[in-house]
């Protein structure tokens, strides 16, 4: 079992910046790919940025710019720079991770932190 824990979240003012982090616990895993949804009131469930194992990076054009998803695999931990933040930012942001063991890829969730920007 792979058990991720989002931490960082909380209020700011637009044009502010947060930095979200994803702990992985993960013993007898590999974890491959990672990525950060959102989901705002509303509306459906968006991924706003991934990274593979080896470091490469995309983005949802909505955060394209302001910010930066990356991961240290030895702490198993990934994080999400958020910079020059506007209230359309505000939703819940859930961490995913794709992981294999014995030849099986499962894939996990957090159970999201809230990230509130006032205009």
């Known amino acids: 079992q792979v058990q991720l824990v989002e931490s960082g979240g909380g209020l700011v003012q637009a044009g502010g910046s947060l930095r979200l982090s994803c702990a992985a616990s993960?013993?007898?895993?590999?974890?491959?790919?990672m990525g950060w949804y959102r989901q705002a009131p509303g509306q459906q469930r968006e991924l706003i940025a991934a990274?593979?194992?080896?470091?490469?990076?995309n983005y949802a054009d909505s955060v394209k710019g302001r910010f930066a998803i990356s991961r240290d695999n030895a702490k198993n931990t990934m994080y999400l720079q958020m910079n020059s933040l506007e209230p359309e930012d505000t939703a819940v942001y859930y961490c995913?991770?794709?992981?294999?063991?014995?030849?099986?890829?499962?894939?996990?969730r957090g159970q999201g932190t809230q990230v509130t920007v006032s205009s």
């Open positions: 995913n991770a794709q992981a294999s063991r014995l030849g099986a890829t499962f894939r996990y």
């Open positions: 993960a013993s007898g895993f590999v974890i491959n790919a």
């Open positions: 990274i593979t194992s080896g470091g490469t990076t």
